[in-house]
């Protein structure tokens, strides 16, 4: 039995985690802003917040360490406890793609563009739709919102691929703009990642919420009984 004091301290462990959630959601707006408006000064501010988003990392490692230590939660507040490292370590790859993207941005930005500025767009909106929604599941974990994101890390996956098969034909017939088509597929793949990233966060708030184990696999999110999976391994 877990006393009020501690369900205090995983319920401020809770906000603290949503806090670091809704800074790299803030993040994430700024790197779509930079990349599609050639935006240097978006591009180096969250460029700069990498160490804002690693202090918050380490702060709330610190915090789950401590209360994994003289804690003994149970049922939801178990399962928060034990996903809650698993939480903040995908928002900071998230946080840590967006980096990626800027950095990538600011070499783009000094070379003259070779399209793909619509299906950029589409990819930024899609995965925006994504990680804010997996933060808000975060907050209220919907089993049927899930469901409806899932389809969407589906339709990334399509749309990334697409991509990459178009550049290797641009670069085939144009070698000259093989570095600029490089930079802008380690841009698609870094957003496809980050959607890869938000599906993580969704199965953990309803794993959470329900104590059931769901996957994203293609387009549907589906328990999954680990039981029988190991019965027929």
Do not use: W
Not at 10 to 30: C, D, H, P, W
Not at 45 to 58: L, T
Not at 104 to 125: A, W
């Amino acid at each position: 039995m877990i006393s009020k004091v501690g369900l205090e301290r995983i319920g401020n462990l809770r906000i603290e985690i949503l806090r670091m959630a809704r800074y790299v959601q803030s993040i994430f707006n700024k790197t779509m802003v930079a990349v599609l408006e050639r935006n240097e000064h978006q591009a180096r501010d969250v460029i700069y917040s990498d160490s804002v988003i690693d202090y918050h990392q380490v702060e709330l490692q610190a915090m789950i360490i401590g209360l994994t230590g003289i804690l003994t939660p149970t049922g939801k507040e178990l399962r928060l406890l034990t996903l809650s490292m698993n939480i903040v370590s995908a928002l900071e790859r998230i946080g840590d793609k967006c980096v990626f993207i800027c950095e990538t941005s600011l070499s783009l930005s000094k070379r003259p563009p070779i399209g793909y500025y619509d299906k950029m767009k589409s990819m930024f909106e899609s995965v925006s739709i994504m990680t804010k929604g997996a933060i808000d599941n975060l907050v209220e974990p919907s089993l049927s919102e899930a469901e409806r994101l899932c389809k969407s890390d589906d339709a990334i996956d399509r749309m990334q691929e697409e991509v990459k098969s178009d550049l290797i034909r641009y670069c085939e017939q144009s070698p000259s703009v093989v570095g600029r088509a490089f930079d802008l597929m380690m841009i698609f793949c870094a957003l496809e990642e980050i959607a890869d990233l938000s599906t993580e966060l969704m199965e953990a708030a309803v794993y959470i919420e329900t104590g059931r184990h769901y996957r994203c696999v293609n387009d549907d999110f589906k328990p999954v009984d680990f039981e029988t999976q190991n019965e027929e391994g």
